[in-house]
């Protein structure tokens, strides 16, 4: 297979802030993940919402662009490019604020030796423009993520057969395990109170605006059910039902065979409508089927099916083109 880059994790502003501790592997180009409190591995994420407060803080030939991007809770990812990220600079400078984005970007996490604060920030890779309702999907995709991470922080080492029963990849194990080591007194009942408020803000339609005087755009309600979403995941048809009383969080699945063939067409038809000549960007491609409820592994395997078949090739690097 391809050797190709990590997959984003969908991940909420609140969740990525407090994830300030750094974890190598014993291997070699292991990147410098963040470890979040609630077991996310943060190397490469994909963020979304409405760009906020961008600047040029250099100079038209020196250009060092910073900027927020405010995730549908209200709470801010903080956007970092300059000479040496000329791919995310580049894209900062065609955008303005006010505009709904999606993001795939590297984490980094910064503590200055004059203070005991650690300021983590997202170097852009690749973003577009997209409309609310896809932010208000992408949302939704990651408050799917962030329950399981809290499902898996709770059953851990308390409820071996519920862990085992949620399918995590090794990534996600890695990310629960160093979790634990890292944060040994997490208050997991904080994370289903973001869920909650996330969800509750999307319904609503406030979409995180209240007491935040800089938001230039508005979130448009995901579903009028205030505490219940429904969706797809990793080929599955998922119910997701959130009860903020006592923090108890459900799912019900049921599966759906025919969804691997529709996803292998749905990647297709998203390669022919994105590429532009010279195929389409991994990335980019990832941004875009992410919607769809297809993740970084699925979209991988998908990949390499559809290269088998021989119905796609990569005419560079890390780019997909229709055969």
């Not at 990220?85 to 200055?112: H, Y």
């Not at 390499?304 to 229709?322: A, C, M, V, W």
Request: negative net charge; aromatic residues 8%.
């Amino acid at each position: 297979m391809a050797q190709r880059r990590e997959p984003g994790v969908l991940v909420l502003a609140k969740e990525l802030n407090g994830a300030i501790e750094k974890h190598v592997e014993d291997r070699e180009y292991s990147p410098t993940y963040l470890i979040s409190e609630i077991g996310g591995k943060l190397s490469r994420v994909l963020i979304g919402g409405v760009l906020d407060q961008l600047e040029n803080r250099g100079s038209e030939s020196d250009p060092f662009y910073t900027a927020r991007v405010i995730d549908p809770n209200g709470d801010f990812y903080y956007l970092q490019a300059g000479q040496y990220n000329p791919d995310g600079a580049a894209a900062l400078s065609k955008l303005e604020n006010g505009v709904p984005i999606l993001c795939v970007g590297k984490v980094r996490a910064r503590t200055p030796d004059d203070s005991e604060r650690t300021y983590v920030s997202v170097q852009p890779e690749s973003m577009r423009a997209v409309s609310m309702d896809e932010i208000n999907h992408w949302a939704i995709k990651a408050c799917e993520e962030l329950i399981k991470r809290i499902n898996a922080t709770k059953s851990f080492g308390t409820n071996d057969d519920e862990y085992n029963n949620l399918n995590l990849t090794l990534r996600e194990k890695d990310g629960v395990e160093l979790a634990k080591e890292f944060y040994p007194t997490v208050a997991v009942e904080n994370y289903s109170a973001l869920l909650y408020d996330c969800l509750t803000k999307l319904a609503d339609g406030d979409g995180g605006t209240s007491e935040k005087s800089n938001f230039t755009g508005e979130f448009e309600p995901a579903n009028s059910a205030p505490v219940k979403e429904e969706s797809v995941v990793d080929g599955e048809d998922e119910e997701l039902v959130i009860e903020k009383e006592d923090g108890v969080i459900e799912e019900a699945k049921e599966e759906t065979p025919s969804k691997s063939s529709e996803n292998d067409t749905k990647v297709l038809e998203t390669i022919k409508k994105l590429d532009e000549g010279d195929g389409i960007y991994y990335d980019d491609l990832g941004i875009a089927v992410s919607l769809e409820g297809i993740d970084g592994p699925m979209l991988d395997e998908i990949l390499d099916s559809l290269t088998d078949q021989g119905l796609i090739f990569q005419p560079r690097f890390n780019h997909y083109k229709e055969a």
